[in-house]
Every structure is written in C-alpha cells, then in structure tokens.
C-alpha cells in the first residue's frame, strides 16, 4: 500500500511562485508512475502534469507548459511540482497520484489534497 502526502500549497498572488511535494511512502518509488491532479470547485477533477519512473518523460497540460515543471527524486521518494507564474485559474485542490503502471490511465493511489488559491 502506497501512501502519499503533500505540501506546499497556500495563498499566492498572481504572478507569484508556489512549489508543492508529495512524500511517498511503502512501495517502490522508482518503479512508480506519479502524476499532480487538481480540481477546483465545480470543475472536474484534470490531470496537471506527470513522471514515469525515471523520470525521464514527463507531461505537462497544456494550460500549464511553461510555468508549472514536475519533477522527482526517486533517493527521497519525494515529487515536485513547481508552480511560477500562477494565475487566477490555478486556484484549486492539488492531489499526489501514483500508480504501479507506465503511463496509467487511471491512478490507483492518492494523497488527500492541498489547497492553491491564487489570488488575482
């Protein structure tokens, strides 16, 4: 069973920077896929950005290339997601996700969320 904590979130203003960690824990790390989600009220919940196991492919959405990087450092079983330039529109629930697969259409496990608000 693999758990997931995240960190990092808060009250920004536009144009400001956030970075958001997620600590995992009780499985291989490296031989995980993990991905950042978030959901903002009303909204269905979107996939933000992903690495596989290595860490060589990532993902980015679209509404987010070239402001928000993913990455990870499989010795500290730690995921990153920095955040620059952030907009109004980013404000939401960020959640970790994991999944034993390569590239997972679904995720099978989740940490419980931490709140961006962007202020505008």
């Known amino acids: 069973q693999v758990q997931l904590v995240e960190s990092g979130g808060g009250l920004v203003q536009a144009g400001g920077s956030l970075r958001l960690s997620c600590a995992a824990s009780?499985?291989?790390?490296?031989?995980?896929?993990m991905g950042w989600f978030r959901q903002a009220p009303g909204q269905e919940r979107e996939l933000v950005a992903s690495?596989?196991?290595?860490?060589?492919?990532?993902y980015h959405t679209d509404s987010v290339k070239g402001r928000f990087t993913v990455s990870r450092d499989n010795a500290q079983n730690m995921l990153y997601l920095q955040m620059d330039s952030l907009k109004a529109e980013d404000t939401a629930v960020y959640y970790c996700?994991?999944?034993?697969?390569?590239?997972?259409?679904?995720?099978?496990?989740w940490g419980q969320g931490t709140q961006v608000t962007v202020s505008s």
């Open positions: 690495v596989m196991w290595s860490g060589g492919t990532t």
């Open positions: 009780g499985g291989t790390f490296s031989r995980l896929s």
């Open positions: 996700a994991a999944d034993r697969r390569l590239y997972p259409r679904q995720y099978e496990y």
